[in-house]
């Protein structure tokens, strides 16, 4: 009996190694085509599929909420005399340096302690949030909301300058004309991703006359041309929103409706702010034939909020997948997932923002209850 087994299994492995060598050697003489005639695609050997017919490039993008910095999280970030926002992110930081690619709706303006710090109604917060956002795994941040004009221009200026002294890029309110036109694409793996960011409004707070690159407002004709234009530069194109209506937790008829219109212009994904609380996700099918996913609020990431959802956010992901053939390239865009997370305090300090599902250990009752209410809410309308 083993006598016979032998023979077929010693023939098998036989077989699979010739396999292996002429695979190897099949790859090796791609590796050099691509290397004599196009060094610049290299990189995409690491997705190979097709033996040279097709190649695949996949990241993974996602996004967080507000960062709503009210007077108690900044008094307790105050260690000393310096301001250090990193503890609050510690439980989160592996969860937000997973995708290739976060966003984060910088709510609360970073004007910094030069200005004077202030709380709701007309924030200005330390800009030593930017730096925890950074250490934290954020890449991006959206700036257009209806706080950009908190503090005026200086605000938006000193804003700016700091999240550029430290190189985390900014969209959706800008220092000058220049810095408006310019488009924010981030390049990883091969896949180009625009992100463009406008908000509904300023809380009433005019836009002083001919400023009107201080911040991107709703305007379908000025967002459609600026979709067109970073359809062209980019693979994808990522729309940060501020829209809907405080502590609704289902989007309204005119989010819904300038979602489709956001879709049909060419926006693959769509990331909610300013109700506070979490909106679900939903695919939009578009008239061309594709698909855009929108979530349509992420909720409050961190913020001095309590109560009624208003202290629940979370992280959304969707992974995007590059083909590249002969017939050319097409994008795809696949598994939606919503990570919950808490914002923890006792007596307003303390300030930790934790996974939901784990938030039992930070004194959160029935943790495992709310994460699957909460899992149940943001994926109601993909099942
Ligand atoms: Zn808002």
């Given at each position: 009996?083993?006598?016979k087994?032998?023979?077929?299994?010693?023939?098998i492995?036989?077989v699979?190694?010739?396999?292996?060598?002429?695979?190897?050697?099949?790859?090796?003489?791609i590796?050099l085509?691509?290397?004599t005639?196009?060094p610049?695609k290299?990189?995409a050997?690491r997705?190979q599929?097709?033996m040279?017919?097709?190649?695949?490039?996949?990241?993974?993008i996602?996004?967080?909420?507000?960062i709503?910095?009210h007077?108690v999280?900044?008094?307790?970030?105050?260690?000393?005399n310096?301001?250090n926002?990193?503890?609050?992110?510690e439980?989160?930081?592996?969860?937000?340096e997973?995708p290739?690619?976060?966003?984060?709706n910088?709510?609360?303006?970073?004007g910094?302690?030069e200005?004077?710090?202030s709380?709701?109604p007309?924030?200005n917060?330390?800009?030593?949030?930017?730096?925890?956002?950074?250490?934290?795994?954020?890449?991006?941040v959206?700036?257009?909301?209806?706080?950009?004009l908190?503090?005026?221009?200086?605000?938006?200026?000193?804003?700016?300058?700091y999240?550029?002294?430290?190189?985390l890029?900014?969209?959706?309110?800008?220092?000058d004309e220049?810095?408006?036109?310019?488009?924010?694409?981030?390049?990883k793996?091969?896949?180009?991703?625009a992100?463009?960011?406008?908000?509904?409004?300023?809380?009433?707070?005019?836009?002083?006359?001919?400023?009107?690159?201080?911040?991107?407002?709703?305007?379908?004709?000025?967002?459609?041309?600026?979709?067109h234009?970073?359809?062209?530069?980019?693979?994808?194109?990522?729309?940060?929103?501020?829209?809907?209506?405080?502590?609704?937790?289902?989007?309204?008829?005119?989010?819904?409706?300038?979602?489709?219109?956001?879709?049909?212009?060419?926006?693959?994904?769509?990331f909610?702010?300013?109700?506070h609380?979490?909106?679900?996700?939903?695919w939009?099918?578009?008239?061309d034939?594709?698909?855009?996913?929108v979530?349509?609020?992420?909720?409050n990431?961190?913020s001095?909020?309590t109560?009624?959802?208003?202290?629940?956010?979370?992280?959304?992901?969707?992974d995007?997948?590059k083909?590249?053939s002969?017939?050319?390239e097409?994008i795809?865009?696949?598994n939606?997932?919503?990570d919950?997370?808490f914002?923890?305090?006792?007596?307003?300090k303390n300030y930790?923002?934790?996974?939901?599902?784990?938030?039992?250990?930070?004194?959160l009752?029935?943790?495992?209850?709310?994460?699957?209410?909460?899992?149940?809410h943001?994926?109601?309308?993909?099942r």
């Open positions: 009996m083993k006598k087994g032998t023979i077929p299994s010693l023939l492995i036989i699979c190694i010739a396999l292996a060598v002429s695979i190897f050697i099949q790859q090796q003489k590796k085509a691509l290397e005639f196009h610049i290299l990189h050997l997705h599929t097709d040279g017919i097709g190649l695949t490039e996949k990241i993974t996602g996004a967080i909420g507000d709503l910095i007077g999280v900044y008094q307790d970030a105050l260690k000393g310096r301001y926002f990193d503890p609050i992110f439980n989160v930081k592996s969860l937000l997973k290739d690619i976060v966003t984060a910088q709510e609360s303006l970073l910094g302690i200005l004077g710090l709380t709701y007309l924030f917060s330390p800009h030593e949030v930017a730096d925890a956002l950074e250490h934290t795994g954020v890449d991006i959206s700036t257009a909301n209806n706080h950009s908190d503090r005026g221009e200086k605000g938006v200026d000193s804003e700016a300058a999240l550029d002294k430290i190189g890029p900014y969209v959706g309110s800008f220092v220049k810095d408006k036109e310019k488009l924010r694409i981030i390049e793996n091969g896949i180009k991703i992100f463009l960011s406008y908000t509904y409004g300023t809380n009433g707070i005019p836009i002083p006359a001919g400023k009107d690159f201080l911040v991107n407002l709703i305007n379908r004709d000025l967002m459609k041309d600026e979709i234009r970073a359809k062209k530069e980019a693979d994808v194109v990522v729309m940060s929103i501020h829209w809907g209506v405080e502590y609704q937790r289902i989007p309204n008829n005119d989010q819904k409706d300038l979602a489709n219109f956001l879709a049909n212009e060419g926006v693959d994904v769509i909610g702010s300013h109700s609380v979490l909106q679900p996700m939903e939009i099918k578009t008239k034939g594709r698909k855009t996913f979530v349509y609020s992420l909720g990431f961190i001095g909020q109560n009624d959802y208003k202290d629940i956010g979370g992280l959304a992901t969707i995007i997948t083909h590249i002969e017939k050319g097409s795809e865009l696949s939606p997932v919503f919950p997370t914002v923890s305090s006792q007596s307003f930790r923002v934790v996974p939901l599902g784990n938030a039992g250990s930070f004194g009752p029935n943790a495992d209850g709310k994460y699957k209410e909460i899992q149940a943001m994926t109601q309308w993909l």
